[in-house]
């Protein structure tokens, strides 16, 4: 396990590892981990520059009024946006490339548990067999519009500018890293799945997409975390059911048993984005990262391989066990990664036209 201590004493590091104005780019940023992590990232950062994205103008306002007064020295711009929609990221992408030439940091946490119940006027119900189901407008379920499509195109859109940064280059994103299970081939967005197995197939399709964006950038590091059990919004959108109450009920009942704090959650994320510990395959004399500590190690990429550049971290931030590993190596020898990679480039090309923004 890698303890608050030692992730905090590495956070410390970050102003004298870096030069000032390391740029991070925070997507969901308005709540829960995300925002945890740009209060972190307000509070150790030299001069910060951080985009916000998110669709709360009044939460932003709020975020951007605590990370002044945690950093008067920071720059913090929100971008309005509903990110289910490919359209939408791809006009953020556009306004972050026309601002700046490199980013350091591409921050991911957005999602939804919104299985039944619309959120916006561009998301409706639609039938699938007997399962109701969230689409947005664009003709994709909600969950993985947000999870799959929408992340995978963000990082797809960013990684040029992610490519040109001198000091550091990471893209973390948030899941349930380390519970990678069985992927269900015919059911790519997850409709009707049991919640558990749920979580398994997502989790899997996840690191996968992942690993084949990492295969472009072998000079990024790609992590993948798990978060634990923290406050945020992701199960705004869900039905108020009665299985959804019980599990509310129960976690409730043990929160103070097994919640991460605000604060814990930052560190640990901001950790994940800056500590060499997740250095990318290939650094080309780049900084890796926050230098690691005696008795710290690099850690295991999903290959079994320490230090190769996609890593899936669990809330203890110790990488996958060997039996995920060899589930994943399966998966990527069997054509299923490369079958995941074609079904979310497919529905770039039906919706956008392209595979990355133009």
């Known amino acids: 396990m890698v303890t608050l201590t030692e992730i905090v004493a590495s956070n410390k590091r970050i102003a004298s590892s870096f030069p000032d104005g390391l740029v991070g780019v925070f997507i969901g940023g308005t709540s829960g981990v ?103 407008s664009e003709g994709l379920p909600l969950v993985s519009a947000l999870a799959l499509h929408g992340r995978t195109r963000f990082i797809l859109n960013l990684l040029p500018l992610l490519q040109q940064a001198r000091h550091l280059r990471r893209v973390v994103s948030v899941g349930a890293a380390s519970y990678e299970g069985a992927i269900q081939t015919g059911n790519i967005p ?19 997409l992942l690993s084949k964006v990492a295969q472009r950038a072998p000079d ?14 992701i199960m705004r959108d869900m039905e108020p059911t009665l299985r959804l109450r019980i599990m509310v009920t129960i976690t409730g009942f043990l929160a103070p048993l097994i919640n991460t704090s605000p604060n814990e959650c930052g560190e640990r994320h901001l950790y994940a984005a800056t500590s060499a510990r997740f250095a990318a395959q290939k650094n080309d004399g780049q900084m890796p990262g926050v230098s690691l500590e005696t008795p710290m190690h690099v850690a295991r990429g999903i290959d079994g391989r320490s230090g190769s550049g996609v890593y899936s971290s669990d809330v203890r931030g110790e990488s996958a066990t060997p039996k995920v590993e060899e589930l994943l190596k399966a998966y990527k020898e069997n054509s299923t990664a490369e079958d995941l990679w074609q079904y979310v480039l497919s529905d770039y090309m039906r919706i956008t036209g392209s595979e990355v923004v133009v």
């Not at 711009?77 to 556009?94: E, G, P, T």
């Not at 997850?190 to 996968?208: K, N, V, Y």
Request: net charge neutral.
């Open 190 to 208: 997850g409709i009707g799945l049991p919640l558990l197995e749920w979580r398994d197939h997502f989790a899997s399709c996840h690191t996968l």
């Open 34 to 136: 995300g925002e945890y992590t740009v209060k972190a990232f307000a509070k150790h950062v030299t001069k910060p520059r951080a985009y916000i994205v998110g669709r709360s103008k009044e939460a932003a306002d709020r975020i951007i009024d605590e990370c002044q007064r945690i950093n008067s020295e920071g720059r913090y711009d929100f971008i309005a946006a509903d990110v289910s929609l490919l359209q939408n990221i791809d006009d953020v992408c556009r306004q972050i490339r026309s601002k700046e030439t490199a980013i350091d940091i591409l921050f991911q946490s957005q999602g939804s548990m919104g299985f039944t119940k619309g959120i916006s006027k561009d998301i409706h119900s639609s039938k699938h067999g007997t399962e109701v189901h969230v689409e947005t």
């Open 220 to 233: 990024v590091g790609f992590v993948h975390t798990c978060p634990g059990v923290v406050k945020s919004g």
